[in-house]
């Protein structure tokens, strides 16, 4: 595996309600200004726990941040 592109420390992740449900989203924002979002938790906890687990740290490092 090559060099990671930004390490995880340079992305911003914030949780969002999604507009149209009743559910929430991540959207990580990276240095390069490319946004992506995680969906399918059920409310601010459920995403902001996410954001704090090794799952999260896995998902952003098999795209190729570390």
């Known amino acids: ?12 992740f914030e949780a969002l309600p999604l507009k149209s449900l009743a559910d929430w989203q991540v959207m990580l924002t990276y240095p390069d200004g490319q946004q992506e979002h995680v969906t399918g938790f059920r409310n601010e906890t459920e995403a902001l726990n996410w954001i704090g687990s090794s799952q999260c740290l896995e998902w952003v490092r098999a795209r190729g941040y570390g």
């Open 1 to 12: 595996m090559g060099k990671p592109k930004f390490p995880v420390t340079a992305i911003k």
